[in-house]
């Protein structure tokens, strides 16, 4: 049985995870004290008592699912379970490359707090968004986004999974695709509730002021392989790791590719360590005969632990 980590991106977050865990181990209180620590504010009590809306911002929202996050893969890491692999969805990605051992938790969670900032101070509030497009090809996503490029930037963004594509623009751009999609036979598009047009060439400034942030922090080979969404390939060098970083902030998630990457190279028990279910979703629409288990810290996680050995 190949294992593979994946961990989730923005939008998984909520008030009160990795409570239960925080209250029980004294090393996931830890975890979340070293991310207080590192961002010189008390995230921990944001985390666990809101508010939603502050919770929800993306300078927050980043460091908080990272440190959820760092705590359910830790409780598995000290019952012994290793992964042969990993990757994240956007933001997971850098779950992922911790879990990897190349980058250290604590300067990952600066990092992610100031990705945050640049990508929301990329684009002025109210001037762009983002839209899930149901029931549509890839291929036909990006025919209509280029036909609706006539009133202004909209890319695909997301590659989630079959009939399942997120697109980024701006707000004229992304209803004029909207109508082009539904001409096109889309099954349904939905606006998103996100502060700016992620994962598009409108992010670009924020990659380039990732750059400098990045090239303070130490970062290593990772131990295991993981798959990077810029491209659904392996990251295996400090280096590489460093230039997947920058691309994917105004690059598009390579998600479904990313799994089925994974899935072609024999991995075949998933394991979504995070906060929510997002990627155990996305993952039973790419393919139905991949075993997953969900860690999210809810319910009883050494039973969920139990079974995972019992699956390695």
Known sequence: MLLAYIFP???????????????????????????????????????????????????????????????????????GIRPAAAA????????????????????????????????Q????????????????TPEQVEEGCRLAAQAGT??????????????????????????????????????????APFHSSMMTPAGERLVAELARVEITDPAIPVVANINADYVTTAQQVRDALIRQVSGPVMWEQSIRRLIADGYNMFVEVGPGQVLTGLLKKINKQSQFINFNGEGEPEQIIARLKEAV
């Open 9 to 79: 991106g923005q939008g998984s977050q909520y008030v009160g995870m990795g409570k239960s865990l925080f209250d029980k181990y004294d090393f996931v209180r830890e975890i979340f004290e070293t991310a207080d620590r590192a961002l010189g504010f008390a995230l921990t009590e944001l985390i666990f008592e809101g508010p939603a809306d502050e919770l929800q911002k993306t300078i927050n929202a980043q460091p908080a699912i990272l440190t959820a996050s760092i705590a359910m893969h830790e409780l598995i890491k000290k019952a």
């Open 88 to 119: 994240g969805h956007s933001l997971g990605e850098y779950s992922a490359l911790v879990a990897a051992g190349a980058i250290d938790f604590g300067d990952a969670v600066r990092l992610v707090r100031m990705r945050g900032q640049f990508m």
């Open 121 to 136: 101070e990329a684009v002025p509030l109210g001037h762009g968004g983002m839209m899930a497009v149901l029931g549509l």
């Open 154 to 195: 909209v890319e695909a963004a997301n590659f989630n999974c079959p009939g399942q594509v997120v697109v980024a623009g701006e707000n004229q751009a992304l209803k004029k695709a909207q109508e082009i999609f539904k001409s096109m036979g889309a099954r349904r598009c939905i606006l998103l509730q996100v502060s």
